[in-house]
């Protein structure tokens, strides 16, 4: 016959306290009861459990041969008992985000910065990466959710909306362009181009602009992150058209923001697992995200 956790516990706790009486002590049931189940015990083992010598109960050597499992076995009960404990709180947890490096730098630092002055127990991990790899990060479910510019077009994940901005275009202010207070594709195209692939999103928005204003776009300098772009841009050695959530942090030191036309948004988005459902935690960060980015877009921040 199988000895039930409770017939396990009562022999650990006999091995630990060495009497009926303090194991009675320790569990906060009656002595008679112990010795019930102890009784109950050995009989379900089929052989003694312990010896009494001077006084006290001493484990067989059969008993001791189960001591490292069981303390395995209680120690993984605690474990997911402070697990459930977390779990009823929604103040405590874990969350786990895969962000492109321009959400990673601007938006999430402000959003964790409201959510450790509420929920200051809700420890955030942070990866950042392409948008290929939060796509794929968030489909394969090794994040909670993912924070990516869009557009998108995605079977796997749904989209939640955070906030939409226009494109900008940013130049050092001995730039030819600096006074024109807006530019063109046709603007830019007599002037090196700071841009992204085509197979980046915001790649794909540049490129969409100046095929609709029937302008080559000639890439100069082939960049992956707004932050290098407007490194170069600072630099001199161009005009970068890069998304405005990158000035929410670094704001545009050097540079000269010069509006897009036509317009053109991009959008900030969090990407949550088709089939995997957010935990309490993840639904409480995902909203201050969201608060975040929209009390960032009222105040003009980007």
Do not use: Y
């Not at 112990?34 to 015990?41: A, G, H, P, T, Y």
């Not at 959400?103 to 964790?112: K, Y």
């Not at 036509?262 to 990407?271: C, E, M």
Request: glycine share 6%; net charge positive.
């Amino acid at each position: 016959m199988p000895l039930t956790v409770r017939q396990l516990e009562i022999v650990r706790a006999v091995c630990r306290h060495g009497s009926v009486t303090a194991a009675a002590g320790a569990l906060d049931i009656s002595q008679p009861a112990v010795s019930m189940m102890l009784r109950e015990c050995t009989k379900a083992a089929g052989f003694p459990l312990f010896l009494r010598r001077q006084g006290r109960l001493q484990p067989t050597a059969e008993t001791r041969g189960l001591l490292g499992d069981l303390e395995r076995v209680f120690d993984g009960i605690e474990r997911v008992n402070r697990l459930v404990d977390d779990m009823r709180d929604v103040g405590i947890g874990s969350v786990r985000i895969a962000a492109t490096p321009t959400l990673a730098d601007n938006l999430l630092p402000p959003a964790v910065r409201l959510l450790q002055q509420s929920r200051p127990r809700i420890r955030v991990t942070v990866h950042a990466m392409d948008n290929v790899g939060v796509v794929d990060t968030v489909v394969e479910e090794r994040v909670d959710f993912g924070l990516v510019l869009s557009p998108l077009s995605l079977p796997d994940a749904r989209l939640v909306e955070l906030c939409s901005a226009e494109l900008i275009c940013v130049v050092h202010p001995d730039h030819a362009l600096a006074p024109l207070g807006e530019v063109t594709p046709a603007d830019l195209a007599p002037h090196s181009l700071i841009s992204f692939s085509r197979s980046l999103p915001l790649g794909a928005l540049v490129e969409r602009i100046f095929q609709q204003a029937g302008v080559p776009r000639r890439i100069a300098f082939e960049v992956n992150q707004s932050s290098v772009a407007c490194g170069l841009a600072r630099a001199g050695v161009g005009a970068a058209i890069v998304d405005p959530f990158w000035v929410i942090a670094h704001g545009l030191h050097g540079l000269v923001r010069l509006k897009v036309r036509p317009r053109v948004s991009v959008d900030a988005q969090a990407l949550v697992p088709q089939t995997a459902p957010l935990s309490r935690p993840a639904r409480m960060v995902l909203a201050t995200i969201r608060k975040t980015a929209g009390a960032l877009r009222a105040s003009g921040a980007f």
